[in-house]
């Protein structure tokens, strides 16, 4: 028999009163499971999924699996899935189909489906139906038992399904093959509780619950002990940091001072939510100069109508206030933004208040989307009236606004000199290096290859929209 444990979205709407507890990872009593055999791990979405191959990388590499490059060579590929949009859910889907053709050639090869997409029922359904090929499918919230189900799959010949609708205790120290040497994903709380009505996430990943400050502190001060050099502090909502902490005011605010006094070179945070925006916030990121001048705020709308149907807790009024006090207390911020159009009854003048906003915002960046019905959430079953063609029309004319937005963020730093974190060879020619300012402007310029992962100065020559053009100093 196959091990079944569905998901059940109703459950996973469902907030308990429950304490979050704590707990270490206990390694397991498995040892050298992967002797001599490969993985690869493919990732979709967001840095939460980045963060949580990053763990999978680290339970598998402690089992003495080695990365691979190719599903050709790998024993283990798992796929790290994204529900935010239906276009999301058909490339998994896309991929899953071709992979079948793989596992005739090489029938031991493990195939898994790890992430958001199988806390969906219907998704788990049409997994067991259709992609008969897949061995494990397993959800965000037992990401730590991986190990167990892979030992069991490869013992047993059999198929796993493990998907929990809760999200249980927070893990602490649990092994991590980090992506970057320099760069690292924090996470310093998961789910989310603000259910805004066309969002899955709080359904796929549970209630809001926030990492213990000793922890994160930690683990900041083991990176910059092995130099890294930029740390993104993540949570689907970061300023909610430490709301659900019962015996404790410990706020965002207060973390993000005690991480800058750290010393690390670079301090980014993401996402962040206008309505926990608290002038305390924006006072800490004035202060420190380690904590760096761009904040991801993401808006989703211009018109209060909309505004209220999402249930985003804000008016454009309010949101405008905010970012003028944000530009005035932090003058050099680059803001960006998210952006829906499309969602249901949206009108041609709410649309224009999106864009009247987007001008106002002075934005230098913005991810633009349609809005895509997600099943079991409010927003799936409100009429809609919008045309796919006139949502993409809206999509097209927000974005010739987005880019100038682009365009003249990056115009500002052109005759400057910008310090720049070095990355590494540039995509498209492999004599230029590229990196990252502060203001999280993508620099282009002419260097050597040993000064990858350091931060250097950069004389900007010229902007172009993407990117910028410079001359090391
Ligand atoms: N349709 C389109 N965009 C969505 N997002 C979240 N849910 C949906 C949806 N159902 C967008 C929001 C969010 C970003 C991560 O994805 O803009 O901020
Ligand atoms: Fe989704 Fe809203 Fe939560 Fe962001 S704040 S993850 S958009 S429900």
Same mark, same amino acid.
Request: charged share 30%; glycine share 6%; aromatic share 10%.
């Given at each position: 028999?196959? /091990?079944?444990?569905?998901?059940?979205?109703?459950?996973?709407? /469902? #907030?308990?009163?429950?304490?979050?507890?704590?707990?270490? @990872?206990?390694?397991?009593?498995?040892?050298?499971?992967?002797?001599?055999?490969?993985?690869?791990?493919?990732?979709?979405?967001?840095?939460? &999924?980045?963060?949580?191959?990053?763990?999978?990388?680290?339970?598998?590499?402690?089992?003495?699996?080695?990365?691979?490059?190719?599903?050709?060579?790998?024993?283990?590929?798992?796929?790290?899935?994204?529900?935010?949009? $239906? &276009?999301?859910?058909?490339?998994?889907?896309?991929?899953?189909?071709?992979?079948?053709?793989?596992?005739?050639?090489?029938?031991?090869?493990?195939?898994? =489906?790890?992430?958001?997409?199988?806390? %969906?029922?219907?998704?788990?359904?049409?997994?067991?139906?259709?992609?008969?090929?897949?061995?494990?499918?397993?959800?965000?919230?037992?990401?730590?038992?991986?190990?167990?189900?892979?030992?069991?799959?490869?013992?047993?010949?059999?198929?796993?399904?493990?998907?929990?609708?809760?999200?249980?205790?927070?893990?602490?120290?649990?092994?991590?093959?980090?992506?970057?040497?320099?760069?690292?994903?924090?996470?310093?709380?998961?789910?989310?509780?603000?259910?805004?009505?066309?969002?899955? =996430?709080?359904?796929?990943?549970?209630?809001?619950?926030?990492?213990?400050?000793?922890?994160?502190?930690?683990?900041?001060?083991?990176?910059?002990?092995?130099?890294?050099?930029?740390?993104?502090?993540?949570?689907?909502? =970061?300023?909610? @940091?430490?709301?659900?902490?019962?015996?404790?005011?410990?706020?965002?605010?207060?973390?993000?001072?005690?991480?800058?006094?750290?010393?690390?070179?670079?301090?980014?945070?993401?996402?962040?939510?206008? /309505?926990?925006?608290?002038?305390?916030?924006?006072?800490?990121?004035?202060?420190?100069?380690?904590?760096?001048?761009?904040?991801?705020?993401?808006?989703?709308?211009?018109?209060?109508?909309?505004?209220?149907?999402?249930?985003?807790?804000?008016?454009?009024?309010?949101?405008?206030?905010?970012?003028? /006090?944000?530009?005035?207390?932090?003058?050099?911020?680059?803001?960006?933004?998210?952006?829906?159009?499309?969602?249901?009854?949206?009108?041609?003048?709410?649309?224009?208040?999106?864009?009247?906003?987007? #001008?106002?915002?002075?934005?230098?960046?913005?991810?633009?989307?349609?809005?895509?019905?997600?099943?079991?959430?409010?927003?799936?079953?409100?009429?809609?009236?919008?045309?796919?063609?006139?949502?993409?029309?809206?999509?097209?004319?927000?974005?010739?606004?987005?880019? %100038?937005?682009? #365009?003249?963020?990056?115009?500002?730093?052109?005759?400057?000199?910008?310090?720049?974190?070095?990355?590494?060879?540039?995509?498209?020619?492999?004599?230029?290096?590229?990196?990252?300012? $502060?203001?999280?402007?993508?620099?282009?310029?002419?260097?050597?290859?040993?000064?990858?992962?350091?931060? =250097?100065?950069?004389?900007?020559?010229?902007?172009?929209?993407?990117?910028?053009?410079?001359?090391?100093?």
């Amino acid at each position: 028999m196959d /091990k079944l444990h569905k998901p059940d979205l109703k459950q996973a709407r /469902k #907030r308990s009163k429950d304490d979050i507890q704590t707990k270490e @990872y206990q390694h397991s009593e498995i040892i050298n499971l992967g002797k001599g055999k490969k993985y690869l791990i493919q990732t979709h979405g967001c840095q939460a &999924n980045e963060a949580d191959t990053e763990v999978l990388s680290g339970l598998l590499e402690e089992q003495a699996f080695i990365k691979s490059n190719s599903i050709e060579e790998t024993d283990v590929l798992i796929i790290n899935t994204c529900a935010i949009r $239906e &276009n999301a859910e058909n490339k998994v889907f896309g991929e899953l189909g071709r992979l079948k053709s793989y596992k005739k050639v090489n029938p031991d090869l493990i195939i898994a =489906v790890a992430g958001c997409m199988p806390q %969906e029922e219907d998704v788990v359904e049409r997994i067991l139906k259709k992609y008969q090929h897949v061995d494990i499918v397993f959800g965000t919230h037992n990401v730590n038992k991986f190990i167990e189900y892979l030992h069991y799959v490869m013992v047993e010949k059999k198929r796993l399904i493990e998907v929990y609708s809760k999200e249980g205790d927070i893990i602490e120290n649990l092994p991590q093959a980090r992506d970057h040497r320099f760069k690292a994903w924090v996470n310093i709380m998961f789910g989310c509780d603000e259910f805004c009505t066309y969002c899955i =996430v709080p359904y796929t990943r549970g209630k809001e619950r926030s990492r213990q400050k000793d922890y994160i502190i930690r683990e900041v001060k083991a990176l910059l002990n092995n130099g890294y050099k930029e740390i993104t502090l993540l949570g689907q909502n =970061v300023n909610s @940091y430490g709301l659900d902490f019962k015996d404790s005011n410990y706020s965002f605010a207060n973390l993000l001072e005690d991480l800058a006094k750290l010393d690390i070179p670079r301090i980014k945070f993401t996402t962040s939510h206008p /309505k926990d925006f608290s002038d305390d916030i924006i006072e800490i990121v004035a202060k420190y100069d380690n904590i760096i001048p761009f904040i991801h705020l993401p808006v989703q709308s211009g018109s209060n109508t909309v505004l209220k149907k999402m249930n985003r807790k804000y008016t454009k009024e309010d949101y405008l206030t905010l970012v003028d /006090k944000i530009y005035d207390k932090i003058p050099n911020i680059s803001l960006t933004t998210d952006i829906i159009v499309g969602f249901p009854t949206e009108t041609e003048e709410d649309f224009l208040e999106t864009l009247d906003l987007v #001008r106002k915002s002075k934005f230098e960046g913005a991810y633009t989307f349609v809005y895509s019905p997600r099943k079991g959430t409010p927003a799936a079953s409100y009429e809609n009236n919008i045309s796919k063609e006139e949502a993409k029309s809206r999509l097209h004319r927000l974005n010739e606004l987005v880019n %100038e937005g682009y #365009r003249r963020g990056n115009k500002r730093f052109e005759h400057e000199t910008v310090k720049v974190l070095v990355e590494g060879p540039s995509k498209t020619k492999s004599d230029v290096l590229s990196g990252y300012t $502060e203001n999280n402007k993508l620099v282009n310029f002419k260097g050597d290859s040993s000064i990858i992962g350091e931060i =250097v100065e950069v004389y900007i020559e010229e902007a172009k929209t993407w990117s910028l053009y410079g001359m090391i100093k």
